[in-house]
T-cell receptor, first 117, second 113 residues
């Protein structure tokens, strides 16, 4: 597609349920990032994928959070046993990664707004 | 902890005026980027300035970088109501994980028509 696509755009869930958020990066982008944005705040880094290298998971806040990416395609962010403090907008971004096209710019999706009741 | 800190947190101006936002950071960087976020939307890249550059222009945007003071400023000239948005600086650290962008909390700019 033309841009980074995220789904669902909005998700309301009950505390304790699991949720899956999906990100479709721009075709050809080898790097993919997940960020979390709480209301009125900046972006917190969660996880980074670069090609087939081991992901940098250093930003994941707890073991309830996990993410997968197959090759250089779609990624899913899974939050297990959701808590109210998980309520936030989850933003996905992609970039050219380590390739020669890389300008350092990240291309963001519109985000998935998660509300945990 | 946040690497970049923007100030002011909020700025309200009249259309046609200039808007200046500042960003300070703590450790050495490879580059600094500015992004814009309209309410409820994703972030859009505006401009990137490398650590060996001091000033950069793009249309009505002017970015400066002072590595000795670990600060940057974003100037929007002749502002328009459509410039109303949150503006974030993001830094890429020297060495190690230089792909990881660290974002500040942003400046909310309101341009009144």
């Amino acid at each position: 597609g033309a841009g980074v696509s995220q789904s669902p755009s909005n998700k309301v869930t009950e505390k304790g349920k699991d949720v899956e958020l999906r990100c479709d990066p721009i075709s050809g982008h080898t790097a993919l990032y997940w960020y979390r944005q709480r209301l009125g705040q900046g972006l917190e880094f969660l996880i980074y994928f670069q090609g087939n290298s081991a992901p940098d998971k250093s930003g994941l806040p707890s073991d309830r959070f996990s993410a997968e990416r197959t090759g250089e395609s779609v990624s899913t962010l899974t939050i297990q046993r959701t808590q109210q403090e998980d309520s936030a907008v989850y933003l996905c971004a992609s970039s050219w990664g380590r390739g020669g096209h890389n300008t350092g710019e990240l291309f963001f999706g519109e985000g998935s707004r998660l509300t945990v009741l | 902890s946040q690497q970049g800190e923007e100030d002011p947190q909020a700025l309200s101006i009249q259309e046609g005026e200039n808007a200046t936002m500042n960003c300070s950071y703590k450790t050495s960087i490879n580059n600094l980027q500015w992004y814009r976020q309209n309410s409820g939307r994703g972030l859009v890249h505006l401009i990137l300035i490398r650590s060996n550059e001091r000033e950069k222009h793009s249309g009505r945007l002017r970015v400066t970088l002072d590595t000795s003071k670990k600060s940057s400023s974003l100037l929007i000239t002749a502002s328009r109501a459509a410039d109303t948005a949150s503006y974030f600086c993001a830094t890429s650290h020297s060495g190690g994980s230089n792909y990881k962008l660290t974002f500040g909390k942003g400046t909310l700019l309101t341009v009144n028509p």
